[in-house]
């Protein structure tokens, strides 16, 4: 993250004991599991999508594909599961298409007062 004071606010996230929370929340519903795995394709795919016919060549002869190709956020393989609060939140600020729930958890817990207001105007 580029900005100190959303890094050192996430950190503390983290620090709280948010991961294995947020990981029991995701895993809770299976509504939730099955977006982040669309989430986590996306972003697989959009990384794939970027690389140059040359640069594919290169990964596919050092049998780097499945990585690159196949692998989610922050290297992850577990789809159920949360990793790093700090790279969800930034793929879901990066790419909000893609329908980040973790991100979009973090960002609710970073900013209470805008989802209490959310609520109220519904």
């Not at 993250?1 to 294995?20: K, R, Y």
């Not at 795919?45 to 190709?69: A, D, F, G």
């Not at 956020?73 to 980040?100: E, S, W």
Request: net charge negative; charged share 25%.
């Amino acid at each position: 993250m580029l900005s100190p004071s959303i890094n050192t606010a996430v950190a503390a996230l983290e620090e709280e004991g948010w991961i294995p929370r947020l990981t029991d929340r995701l895993r809770a519903n299976p509504d939730y599991v099955a977006q982040m795995e669309s989430a986590h394709r996306a972003y697989a795919n959009e990384r794939w999508q970027y690389l140059t016919p040359e640069h594919r060549q290169y990964v596919e002869e050092k049998k780097w594909t499945s990585n690159l190709r196949d692998v989610g956020i922050a290297g992850m393989q577990n789809f159920d599961a949360v990793k790093c609060l700090h790279t969800h939140y930034a793929h879901f600020l990066a790419r909000p298409a893609h329908g980040n729930l973790i991100g979009q958890w973090v960002h609710d817990l970073l900013h209470p007062a805008a989802v209490v207001n959310e609520r109220d105007d519904a």
